[in-house]
T-cell receptor
Framework: DTAVSQTPKYLVTQMGNDKSIKCEQNLGHDTMYWYKQDSKKFLKIMFSYNNKELIINETVPNRFSPKSPDKAHLNLHINSLELGDSAVYFC?????????????FGNGTRLTVT | AQSVAQPEDQVNVAEGNPLTVKCTYSVSGNPYLFWYVQYPNRGLQFLLKYITGDNLVKGSYGFEAEFNKSQTSFHLKKPSALVSDSALYFCAVRDPSTSGTYKYIFGTGTRLKVLA
């Protein structure tokens, strides 16, 4: 039983295309996140949702649009893909946003833009 | 804003020897600190956290971390390294964002290589 699952695992696409990454957690957590890990392994938060409500929106181009249809799902849609978008995108969840709790990560989606 | 720094890109240690992966922090208020491990092609896995209390925190897989307030450090340790400990290790801090919602800030990562 995978706690946080992301699809697809790999995504190869050309510049200018639009693509989506899906994330689902079966932990019953209220809060979900998107993190971007670049080629140097730096991890940077992009977005966070709590029970379908956007609560963190970092300085991310508006080509990136998260959507949370319910608290178990957080998808990431990217328009007009650019070379610099190539990275590994991680979804994560935590039980809630107030307590000092660990994050549970998915295994990542490796996006390659050519 | 809160931040953590990991001064070493890579740490090499012989199997059976003790290991230390360093982390220093900069926070306003109480520090809430974490260690995570990332194996190849996998997501990060939680190892341990410090909230308050005992300065020595024990976590998964035999790891522990020592919180030192005077040195603003939170170093990860293990008494006897295993080859299977070879991975990428991240220190993290919880940071209250401007909206009042907490987010987690990660260090730059330290690659641990345990040599047989």
């Amino acid at each position: 039983d995978t706690a946080v699952s992301q699809t697809p695992k790999y995504l190869v696409t050309q510049m200018g295309n639009d693509k989506s990454i899906k994330c689902e957690q079966n932990l019953g957590h209220d809060t979900m996140y998107w993190y971007k890990q670049d080629s140097k392994k730096f991890l940077k938060i992009m977005f966070s949702y709590n029970n379908k409500e956007l609560i963190i929106n970092e300085t991310v181009p508006n080509r990136f649009s998260p959507k949370s249809p319910d608290k178990a799902h957080l998808n990431l849609h990217i328009n007009s893909l650019e070379l610099g978008d190539s990275a590994v995108y991680f979804c994560a969840s935590s039980q809630d946003r107030f307590r000092i709790l660990s994050l549970h990560f998915g295994n990542g989606t490796r996006l390659t833009v050519t | 804003a809160q931040s953590v720094a990991q001064p070493e890109d890579q740490v090499n240690v012989a199997e059976g020897n003790p290991l230390t992966v360093k982390c220093t922090y900069s926070v306003s208020g109480n520090p809430y600190l974490f260690w995570y491990v990332q194996y190849p092609n996998r997501g990060l896995q939680f190892l341990l956290k410090y909230i308050t209390g005992d300065n020595l925190v024990k976590g998964s897989y035999g790891f522990e971390a020592e919180f030192n307030k005077s040195q603003t450090s939170f170093h990860l340790k293990k008494p006897s390294a295993l080859v299977s400990d070879s991975a990428l290790y991240f220190c993290a801090v919880r940071d209250p964002s401007t909206s009042g919602t907490y987010k987690y800030i990660f260090g730059t990562g330290t690659r641990l290589k345990v040599l047989a």
